[in-house]
């Protein structure tokens, strides 16, 4: 008895902690709080925790548009187009990165 009535607490502790994935609150942390302080209380840490912030940027990159080469830094024309003696101006894409 005691025992299926300790399996249904660590099991509501383990479910509770798998609502932690997107949050900023870890599985680890979750399943501390819902383990040691009930699982009403891990749930109540979990919904309480923000998601996770996503950052980004957008970086620029240099691109020849007879090679397709990209480069990051700025050239008047392509460097590798200039080894074939063609003069190539180097167009400016912006690529959006999310951390
Ligand atoms: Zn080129």
Do not use: W
Not at 28 to 34: D, Q, V
Not at 36 to 63: C, E, M, N, W
Not at 71 to 89: A, M, R, S, W
């Amino acid at each position: 008895m005691l025992e299926s009535i300790a399996l249904g607490y660590f099991c509501c502790a383990l479910t509770v902690s798998l609502f932690s994935f997107g949050k900023r609150i870890s599985y680890l942390n979750a399943l501390t709080i819902s383990i040691f302080l009930t699982p009403i209380s891990g749930l109540i840490a979990v919904l309480k925790s923000d998601r996770f912030l996503r950052v980004s940027h957008y970086i620029t990159r240099y691109q020849c548009p007879q090679c397709k080469m990209e480069f990051t830094e700025p050239h008047i024309v392509c460097p590798h187009c200039e080894e074939k003696k063609l003069q190539i101006d180097l167009h400016q894409i912006k690529h959006l990165q999310i951390i």
